[in-house]
């Protein structure tokens, strides 16, 4: 450890401004190109629903609500991203709306992609003729809500099983669409109903499996609408269940329905309660087994899911007794009680197996007719965290995470999932926030970590102290009660000092005593983080002075010289549109701040006097990572250099020249939202997505071949 710290502190305090003996060495190594490759964590978002082709075995697709879709690899037993074509630009489609297996080609599928209603880019409709591989945008553009209310809901696409090219879509506001030329051309066909509920619309269309010409749709508020002419009209069946969350067809004509107050069947034009057990709970997932017409599984949608299962066409239940099992070392007790079950699945093509979804994961039982079923995540290639900060210290851990839901994770390896998150719900390792929302470690002692973070669901919130790289933690003590820390900093080789900004109660705290006392801070506005969703980096510790601290706020840089106790106005014209200030670490006083818009500022003398980069346009998001040959620093910019191309961008002499270093066939497309280079290996960098997770870029001696496809218009 001791070798860590010599090395870094001694590579830190060589730094010049200009870097020429090592200038060489840098060019050549950036003119590479960059690999991209998620970092292994395993699942962590909502997986809504798995699709299976009725024609190819081993043909199964997955749709998540942040995170975009994905294909099995049954070789790998892996998951396949195969919507990383879309850029930030159009990171809306990210959310996953719906989607659909051609019934008569099992290399066609849809998807109906958009995450959030009010996104200034709508939501749209792709088809792939290639499992994926490439996408044709159809012209059929709407708002779409993957991460809104009611996303557990569906199937929202359908295709007929008798008529080739026939599609209907169920939107959430602007009524139920057809088409029967396989998208190209659309038609509304049923209006929103002034009784339905806003913004869930037809959540659930399916095409029976007995009638050519028939067809189903539910709306939230009004019922189940039929159609007997192939979706053309369509009329409100009376007595049918008003919230249905989802609907499935049986071979023998039979609908199934899954509603919040119970299970319900249409049978001969008529509507049967069949709620098991009497248990009249909120139900989503449920299945019809494609092989025998008369066998039911539905699951309640809860922290703790019940399955049951029917085989007489839901006359009688009986309780599904489950083993669940993770190939995700951390998963907690709690996520595997299948929480929130959306998608349940009979395969097709595989007799016995049946796949199920549920908040964090997808599960696959491979004999369903044994007892207790036996249900395995597989997480591998499936990435869908949504990325609050990131640090790459020196030593300890490769890379330090904080994410939303799940904690976040002490990093040993990018390539093996992480054995436990940080906090309680693993095993005792610390406390639990549900959000970390920002992870740092000291300057000169980068063992010495701390975190904060934030339980939405209840607004409280903590922080904690490790001494160990993050092997444990130990909780703060002395925050007040109701207290929702969102940003910490440590000062600089005295890592009992730290300063932490709050959401409520105005700006902060700091503490002198590793976070046993502390004390609200003086001279600061009030309130400098908004909100839970927010991503600014408004603090720094000085990278080598102890106990200096700098926060931008309401247009100026504040800096404190006694921990964070006091603070005064050092700079007044911070510019419009900050987003990140970096204080470079071993060096004192060096600070940049990222001003989107307004570009890079660098200051070397501890904020009195800042000077834009020149070269840079925009910058977004900023980081810091150790120089090549191990001496210097490497900057790292999401933003424009120059030609005005938005990218991710490489200096290696504070700011002169830029090698922009992401993938156009490979774009980190799902809204990039923190950064953090790497102080162990010149290069590397880490970023963070607002749902598929957390990507490194490394650079490479030799072109590897692309991942991911463009997309094709």
Avoid at 20 to 35: E, G, K, V
Avoid at 160 to 171: C, Q, R, V
Avoid at 440 to 445: F, S, V
Avoid at 613 to 627: P, R
Wanted: include cysteine.
């Amino acid at each position: 450890m001791e070798h860590h710290k010599r090395r870094f502190v001694g590579m830190l305090c060589t730094v010049n401004l200009f870097l020429l003996q090592h200038w060489s060495i840098a060019a050549n190594l950036t003119r590479a190109p960059y690999s991209w490759r998620n970092v292994a964590i395993g699942g962590g978002g909502y997986v809504l629903d798995v699709v299976c082709s009725p024609l190819k075995r081993n043909v199964v697709y997955l749709r998540t609500d942040v995170g975009g879709f994905y294909r099995w690899r049954a070789r790998t037993s892996s998951w396949v991203p195969i919507t990383d074509c879309f850029p930030a630009s159009k990171s809306n489609y990210y959310g996953g709306e719906a989607i659909a297996v051609d019934p008569f080609n099992a290399d066609t599928v849809y998807i109906a992609a958009g995450k959030e209603m009010g996104n200034a880019l709508l939501g749209s409709i792709f088809k792939s003729r290639d499992g994926g591989r490439h996408w044709k945008q159809l012209p059929l553009n709407l708002p779409m809500g993957g991460n809104g209310d009611d996303r557990w809901a569906g199937p929202r696409l359908a295709l007929s099983p008798f008529i080739h090219g026939l599609l209907l879509f169920g939107s959430r506001d602007n009524g139920l669409w057809r088409s029967s030329d396989g998208g190209h051309h659309w038609n509304v066909v049923c209006t929103k109903d002034t009784r339905a509920r806003a913004g869930f619309g037809f959540n659930s269309v399916v095409f029976s499996a007995q009638n050519p010409t028939e067809a189903y749709a539910s709306e939230p508020g009004c019922g189940v609408f039929v159609s007997h002419d192939g979706g053309t009209t369509w009329l409100r069946l009376p007595h049918s269940p008003a919230h249905v969350e989802r609907l499935a067809a049986s071979s023998t004509g039979s609908i199934y329905a899954s509603a919040t107050n119970g299970v319900y069947l249409l049978r001969h034009s008529a509507w049967h309660n069949i709620t098991p057990m009497g248990n009249k709970g909120r139900y989503c997932g449920i299945a019809v087994n494609p092989r025998h017409s008369h066998e039911v599984l539905v699951a309640t949608q809860s922290t703790r899911a019940h399955l049951y299962q029917s085989t007489d066409g839901g006359r009688t239940w009986s309780v599904v007794h489950v083993r669940v099992e993770s190939s995700v070392p951390w998963y907690s007790q709690s996520m595997l009680q299948l929480q929130q079950v959306a998608g349940l699945t009979y395969d097709p093509v595989v007799a016995g197996r049946v796949w199920l979804t549920d908040w964090y994961a997808a599960y696959r039982c491979d004999d369903f007719r044994r007892r207790p079923a036996l249900f395995v995540s597989h997480e591998r290639g499936h990435e869908e965290v949504v990325v609050f900060t990131l640090a790459a210290p020196p030593a300890g851990p490769l890379l330090l995470s904080g994410v939303a839901d799940v904690d976040g994770f002490a990093h040993k390896s990018l390539t093996r999932f992480p054995t436990h998150g940080y906090g309680s719900w693993y095993h005792g390792y610390g406390p639990t926030f549900g959000d970390t929302d920002q992870v740092t470690w000291c300057a000169g002692k980068p063992l010495n970590l701390a975190r904060v973070g934030v339980m939405r669901w209840n607004n409280t919130g903590g922080g904690a102290y490790s001494s160990d790289g993050g092997q444990s933690w130990t909780a703060f003590t002395g925050l007040a009660a109701g207290c929702m820390p969102e940003r910490i900093a440590i000062s600089a080789g005295r890592p009992q000092s730290m300063a932490v900004l709050t959401l409520h109660d105005g700006p902060g705290y700091a503490s002198l005593d590793g976070g046993k006392i502390w004390t609200r801070m003086q001279g600061l506005p009030a309130h400098i983080v908004p909100g839970v969703w927010y991503w600014n980096v408004p603090m720094a510790a000085d990278g080598r002075r102890p106990g200096v601290f700098y926060i931008c706020a309401g247009g100026s840089l504040y800096r404190s010289i006694d921990g964070g106790l006091k603070w005064n106005v050092r700079f007044k014209e911070v510019p419009n549109g900050f987003t990140a200030l970096v204080a470079t670490p071993g060096i004192a006083g060096d600070l940049w701040m990222a001003c989107a818009n307004k570009g890079l500022w660098h200051s070397i003398d501890g904020g009195r006097t800042f000077h834009k980069i020149a070269a840079v346009n925009t910058a977004n998001l900023l980081s810091e990572g150790i120089g090549a040959g191990g001496r210097g620093v490497a900057l790292f910019v999401v933003g424009t250099v120059r030609s005005g191309k938005h990218g991710i961008f490489l200096s290696t002499d504070y700011g002169a020249s830029w090698k922009e270093i992401d993938t156009p066939n490979q774009p980190i497309g799902d809204v990039p939202e923190c950064i953090a280079g790497s102080w162990r290996k010149f290069g590397e960098v880490f970023i963070g997505t607002n749902g598929r997770g957390v990507f490194v870029g490394k650079p490479e001696a030799h072109k590897l071949p692309p991942v991911h496809k463009e997309l094709d218009r």
